[in-house]
Antibody, heavy 123, light 109 residues
Framework: QVQLVQSGAEVKKPGSSVKASCKAS????????INWVRQAPGQGLEWMGR????????NYAQMFQGRITITADTSTRTIYMALTSLTSDDTAVYYC?????????????????WGQGTAVTVS | QSALTQEASVSGTVGQKVTLSCTGN????????VGWYQQISHGAPKSVMF??SPPSGISDRFSGSKSGTTASLTISGLQPEDETTYYC???????????FGGGTKLTVL
């Protein structure tokens, strides 16, 4: 099974961008879809988008379209989530979460493994 | 407002069986498998069920089911360590997105 380790906490100014990373270890990396899920203080989980590694397919939640990009560097097994035009509403813990991708669209088979989270503060 | 609807809170006594529900529609729960995630003290969530199959290492006290557009997570023999927040999630074909419920806080009395 894949394990996910995320980059450290970030403090950003309003209007700037953040790029969080999620490094995967384990032999089945390419079989996974890596999702990004965030949680604002005191709130629930909010899906932001995903990258299905085997097919190179990316999906983004409507509310983040135009502001989010999820990419992967397969040589280092690292997935990146970049979010632009930050506001205080983007203050949250950002999790990467992986699940094995099915053979057919939407390739969704849950979120088996989670990273430890990256706290992003916009102030 | 979440695409999936969960009870805000559920309570039970030690040893009791409790059921958490998750209601959606034909575009999400009605068509796709539902996952359940446990989040302790705002740490990273952990998968406890996908459909009716628990991941390895998860207690067999946890079971999952679905009927139409409602999914359920049942916890038998409730233990104090089960007290935390549970989220349901699945794919939504009308949104082309993963959707979550608002979470249920389970209290063990």
């Amino acid at each position: 099974q894949v394990q996910l380790v995320q980059s450290g906490a970030e403090v950003k100014k309003p209007g700037s961008s953040v790029k969080a990373s999620c490094k995967a270890s384990g032999s089945t990396f390419s079989d996974y879809a890596i999702n990004w899920v965030r949680q604002a203080p005191g709130q629930g989980l909010e899906w932001m988008g995903r990258l299905v590694l085997r097919f190179g397919v990316a999906n983004y939640a409507q509310m983040f379209q135009g502001r989010i990009t999820i990419t992967a560097d397969t040589s280092t097994r690292t997935i990146y989530m970049a979010l632009t035009s930050l506001t205080s509403d983007d203050t949250a813990v950002y999790y990467c979460a992986g699940g094995r991708s099915g053979n057919y669209y939407p390739y969704y088979q849950g979120l088996d493994v989670w990273g430890q989270g990256t706290a992003v503060t916009v102030s | 407002q979440s695409a999936l609807t969960q009870e805000a809170s559920v309570s039970g006594t030690v040893g009791q069986k409790v059921t958490l529900s998750c209601t959606g529609n034909s575009h999400n729960i009605g068509s796709y498998t539902v996952g359940w995630y446990q989040q302790i003290s705002h740490g990273a969530p952990k998968s406890v069920m996908f459909g009716n199959s628990p991941p390895s290492g998860i207690s067999d006290r946890f079971s999952g089911s679905k009927s139409g557009t409602t999914a359920s997570l049942t916890i038998s023999g409730l233990q104090p360590e089960d007290e935390t927040t549970y989220y349901c999630s699945t794919w939504d074909s009308s949104l082309s997105a993963v959707v979550f419920g608002g979470g249920t806080k389970l209290t063990v009395l």
